[in-house]
């Protein structure tokens, strides 16, 4: 496990990757989503998790960090690392900036509105919506989820990630609108 100076770097590169409104304070938010395990519960989201794996490869690669064996020196991957993942997919696909489509996602979970200084009753219910994405407990349609959708075809409580991001990428061509 990494010390807690080197976590809080790493947090701190994490941060940078989602670049959240700089007008706001994002810490104390993104500081719970990455000590939330993601657990993937629909097939295939594994993949996701590798692409997290990837993220921290990277941070080692970037940060030149070499007192480290592998990249479970860090724990269990965390949502914030699936944001991160699935932001860069996004930005590769779109070829829009992957820290945009970071700040959409937070927007999709509404969790953008906990700024600042993080309360109990906000840590709660900043935990339960992160239970509720971990879990897939938000309608078929998404809303709740990283990617809600107006038109599903399907069921987005049981569509792995991949199918549900690029839904939703098709469905919105346009990030600006």
């Known amino acids: 496990m990494m010390t807690d100076r080197a976590s809080c770097v790493y947090i701190g590169w994490l941060a940078d990757q989602v670049k959240p409104n700089r007008r706001r304070n994002f810490d104390e938010l993104l500081w719970q ?10 097939a295939n989201d594994e993949n996701r998790v590798q692409d997290a794996h990837d993220v921290r490869l990277d ?10 064996v592998g990249t479970d020196t860090l724990g269990p991957i965390s949502v914030l690392e699936i944001m991160v993942a699935l932001s ?12 945009m489509w970071a700040w959409v996602l937070l927007q999709n979970l509404e969790l953008d509105k906990y700024s600042g200084r993080i309360s109990r009753r906000w840590a709660e219910e900043i ?13 078929s349609d998404g809303m709740g989820g990283f990617f809600p959708l107006a038109w599903p075809e399907e069921d987005q409580q049981t569509a ?18």
């Not at 996004?90 to 992957?98: A, D, K, L, S």
């Not at 935990?127 to 309608?139: D, F, K």
């Not at 991001?165 to 990030?175: C, F, G, S």
Request: no cysteine.
């Open 33 to 42: 989503m990455h000590a939330t395990e993601f657990v993937y519960v629909v």
């Open 59 to 68: 941070y080692f690669r970037q940060t030149q960090v070499k007192s480290y």
């Open 88 to 99: 860069r997919r996004m930005g590769f696909i779109t070829e829009e900036p992957p820290e």
């Open 127 to 139: 935990a339960e919506i992160l239970e509720r994405l971990i879990w897939r407990q938000y309608p």
């Open 160 to 177: 792995e990630l991949w199918n549900q991001m690029h839904a939703y990428l098709t469905e919105n061509e346009d990030p600006h609108d």
